[in-house]
Structures are given as structure tokens and as C-alpha cells.
């Protein structure tokens, strides 16, 4: 087994840190994925060549260092390649989350203003098309039906007019650890979208920390199935795959996983709470939660260790997993500190924390409970929007906005949030009061309360405007009202109250607003019932 250390790459851009990748170890496997069919295998430098035919398309559409590079796209060998090329010619990467809806996604085109987007496909390409002025030019991956202007194949076999070395060249003259990598748009929901900006440093610190705390090495497969668009996988999937060198499998989606995770058996696994749950919940179907090896074998029979992400996990899941022998860790993080801030150890894996503080990352606690954070990870700002930027980050501090407890020997205890976001178990980030404000356009919606946190799906309280309603029409019009909006932003089930909520109950405050914890607390019971399946 070669050694783990992150240091043993020593350059401070990700994109450095690929390249020394190449040098040594060419030959090693890299990237596996599904395409044409089957399955293939990238050696280290058989990206590279990737890489370089994927830069010489940017540098073919004029794109400069600086300059903003979209892509909306699902999972794919592509969508790594390209971010590594988008980078090799100094530009700066935004995904969008390709299950956002159209309106959503030329949101945050309109805001970004970017020189050139790639989509996946046809289905991604309608989304971008059609903004007037168009923005600029588009490029597919996947063939498109005919006719359409402004789509040209986004094809590696393509010339290109670059080699490697010219290349390597390029990227040590323009691009440095103070150079913009990314912009990620944290939400997605409605409202002013966000930009978060993250540098070469911010990105490539949180990835060597991370592997610090949970070391890898050449030896080790992952499978890689969270959303590329998000900073968790891109971080620690991706990048923490080319300092330690291990073989990342692309995922052909949630539905393969598990049959994936048999054909692979890989040693490492990202995922969110929501995951680890249903495979709590798979063995227990199968009564097998008490057959030695059960899990083992569920994640393929290799596993050393499971790391969990982008929401609070249930303490059963993490008895059981320990119980099963398979270590599962969890950490705390959040884009706007690219995004890892604390991590259980497996030499030190403390049920209900969050772990401790990464190498180079300070935590401290304000008087009021929020976490503030301070490190190279910090965010450089929010795109174009200074005052918001100034809210967050104060005298070096960046306020997470979420409230937690440090003990005496430096473990973080997430204890709730200072704003009303909902973060569900998938990780997704959904603003409540922005779904209940479409849902009090229906003229039948006399209140509601969005509920959601911590859950795999979102539920509502709803107070109709006239006693009883139908049911049926009303479940409609709700599906009509958040038609626009991502999956994840619907409302799985709804609970009709009869009585209107008052300030008098303590249920609203003067000036009209909900007051979400006593509401939670007095309709406890029947929130239970929605996520037990009753109505």
C-alpha cells in the first residue's frame, strides 16, 4: 500500500494536484464509469488526455482565464473531466444542480452572467434555452434533435489545440491558490439566489484536512453517487481522490446503488443520512438487522468505512452500524466553508457529534449559540452581493447560522439552526417560508406550516379557508401551486387543522409570523403520522 498522506502531493490548486497526479501514476486506475453499454476504466494519464481535448474546446470557444463556465449536468465521467479542464485554462466552474427547474435554473444564469454552458442534454438544453438576450453559446454533450441554434457537440475527439505540457505551462503561469475555482449557488429554492465563491485554497485545504482526519490511499475504490453539483461530493469525492489517488466509480444513479456497491465492493463510501437509513431499513424488511455480516454484504463486503454528510443522522442507524462492525463517521459542514468544518475520526467516533475541528479550522461558540468558523476554508464572498457577504463573515469569522455546543474536548453538537432553512436528510437546503408563501396564493390556504427538518420529504400543516375541503382537489391545487419547483420541494403529504393558529395560543407572534417550535411541539403527534405513512 503506498503511502496515505495528503502532503505527498505537494501543489496548492486542485488542478496542480491533478497533474502531479499523472506524474506518479500514470498508469493507476482513476475513474471507472458506465458508457456505450458497458463498463470502462481511465488510467490517471488517460484522463489527462481528456482533460487536454476538453481545454482545447474551451480555449476553441474563446474562453479566458476568469471567465464563468456553467454546466448543468447529471452525474457522468464528463462533468469531472470538464471541471478539471475549466480549470486548466484558469476559467471558474458553476454547476447548477441539473434537478432545478427551468425558471430556477436561468436564475441563476441571469445573475452569474456566464460565457459559456455545457448541458448534458436535450432535457438540461431546454432549461438554458429561450433567455432573452440568449446568453451566450451552449454546447451538449449528448446529440440534440436538429434545428436548434446555438448547440454544438461537446466531443473530446475533437482537435485540440494544446498539448499536456503547454498546458501544465499555462496552469503554473495563471492560475494560483488565490484564483477563483468555483461559484456554487447554495439554495435554489426562490428569492436572490447566492453565489458562494470558493478559491484554489479554500477547496484544496478542506480536501487535504479532510484526508488528514479520514487518511486514503491508492488502494482504496469509492463509489461515487451524490449529486457532482454539490460541494460534498466535489470535495470529499472528488478532490480527495486525486491527492490520495484512489479509483472513484461513477454511480449510475440511486437506483443501481446497492447493486453497484455488490459489483464493486468498494473500501470507502460518501453518503447522507437518508442513505444509511434505508439500508437500516432494507435489512430490516429482510429481517436480517441481527444476521452477522448482513451489512457487510449489503455494501458489498469490502467496506472499511462510511462517511455521512449534509444532515444530522439518527443515533439507531449509528448503533446499529457500529453494532454491524462497519464504521460509519459523521461530519459538519457547509458550502460556504468548502464545505468540511468538523469530522468524527475512526480513532475517534463520538455517537450525537459532529466530531472535531479539521486541521487549520477554528470553532468557537457565540454568546447567542451560533458556530462561527474560522480557516483557509472560509468562502471569499457571496458573488456580487457584498452586503450579504458582510453579514456572514465578521472580523474573519464566518457565522454558519447554525447553533451547536462544544465540549471540553473540542466535539461539535449540532443543537438546531438561528434561521428557519430546512436541511432534509438527502442534504437539500429548502427555505419553508418560500413554499408557504405559494401555497397562501391558493384561495382554499388559509395558513400553513411547511415541515421537513431532518426528514426524507417535506409535510405541511395546512388550515383551509372553509370546513371540510376536499381533500382530493386541495392535494391538487398544492401539487398545481409548486408545480415550477424541485423534487425535493414538494410536499410529500399535508394534515388538515381545523382551528386557525393565534397569537393567543402562542402559536403566532404579534406582527403575524409563525412561531415554529411551539407549532411543531402542539402538532407533534400528527407530524409523526405523516412520516409514518398515516393521514
Known sequence: MTSHSPNSIQSDTMIGVFLERIKMDPDGSGLVFFAAGRWQTLSWQAMADRVVRFSGQLINQGIQPGEFV???????YEWMLLDLAIQAVGAVHVPINPDLTRRQVQQQLAHC???????????????????????????????????????????????????????????????????????????????????????QENVVS?????LQAIPLDTADVRLCWLPMSHVFSRVADQYTAYLAGCTSVISRGTKNLFSELTHFSPTYLNGVPYFYEKCFRTLASQNLLDEPGALQKLLGGRIRLCNCGGAPLANHVFDYFQAAGVELVTGYGLTEASPVVSTNRPAANRRGSVGQAIDGVSIRIAEDGEI?????????????????????????????????QLDPDGYVSIMGRTSEMIITTGGHNVSPLAIEALLLTDPWIDQCVVVGDRRDYLTALIVPVSWPPDRDELGCRIHQ?????????????????????????GLMTAKGSLRRKPILDKYAAEIEQLYAGIR
Not at 456553467?70 to 457522468?76: A, D, Y
Not at 478542506?206 to 479532510?210: F, G, H, V
Request: charged content about 20%; proline content about 5%.
Open 70 to 76: 456553467v454546466q448543468v449536468s447529471e452525474n457522468r
Open 113 to 199: 452572467k456566464p460565457h459559456l454552458i455545457v448541458v448534458s442534454n436535450q432535457t438540461q438544453l431546454e432549461k438554458v434555452t429561450g433567455m432573452k438576450p440568449d446568453p451566450c453559446q451552449v454546447l451538449t454533450y449528448d446529440t440534440t434533435q436538429p434545428g436548434i441554434e446555438k448547440v454544438g457537440l461537446f466531443d473530446p475527439q475533437t482537435d485540440h489545440p494544446c498539448t499536456l505540457q503547454q498546458l501544465s505551462a499555462f496552469v503554473s503561469k495563471h492560475v494560483n491558490q488565490d484564483s477563483l475555482l468555483t461559484v456554487l449557488y447554495t439554495s435554489g429554492t426562490t428569492g436572490e439566489p447566492k453565489g458562494v465563491m470558493l478559491s
Open 206 to 210: 478542506n480536501a487535504r484536512a479532510k
Open 372 to 404: 462561527l468558523v474560522r480557516g483557509p476554508n472560509v468562502m471569499k464572498g457571496y458573488f456580487r452581493d457584498k452586503a450579504s457577504t458582510e453579514r456572514v463573515i465578521c472580523q474573519g469569522w464566518l457565522h454558519t447560522g447554525d447553533l451547536g
Open 481 to 505: 401551486r409548486l408545480s415550477h419547483l424541485s423534487r425535493y420541494e414538494q410536499i410529500g403529504r399535508f394534515r388538515l387543522i381545523r382551528d386557525r393558529l393565534t397569537t393567543e395560543q
